[in-house]
Nanobody, 114 residues
């Protein structure tokens, strides 16, 4: 698995977590990096994604609360999650997509209690 995701955990509603995902430079430098999540019984959904420039996009449900960023010197993408809600509970997956293909990380679990 070329993508390694870290940072999940359990937090109370209103709390914060930061996820990180590293990738080999050969993948990271050419990829649109994104975070997806899958809650129990639901389909996997896009949370946020960012390109090599200033482009970023968010699901409506996380706008204003989550921030995606990438450090091109560390080949790492981050997802800062603030004001977490119980409905944010899910397994979060890192994704890299480019003309060479698509890669997924192993998933990191986020649990938000009310």
């Amino acid at each position: 698995v070329p993508l390694q995701a870290f940072g999940g955990g359990s937090v109370q509603a209103g709390g914060s977590l930061r996820l990180s995902c590293s990738a080999p430079g050969s993948i990271f430098s050419i990829s649109m990096m994104g975070w997806y999540r899958q809650a129990p019984g639901k389909q996997r959904e896009l949370v946020a994604r960012t390109g090599s420039g200033d482009f970023s996009a968010y699901a409506d449900s996380v706008k204003g609360r989550f921030t995606i960023s990438r450090d091109n010197t560390k080949n790492t993408v981050y997802l800062q999650m603030n004001s977490l809600k119980p409905e944010d509970t899910a397994v979060y997956y890192c994704n890299a997509r480019s003309y060479r293909g698509e890669y997924w990380g192993q998933g990191t679990e986020v649990t938000v209690s009310s």
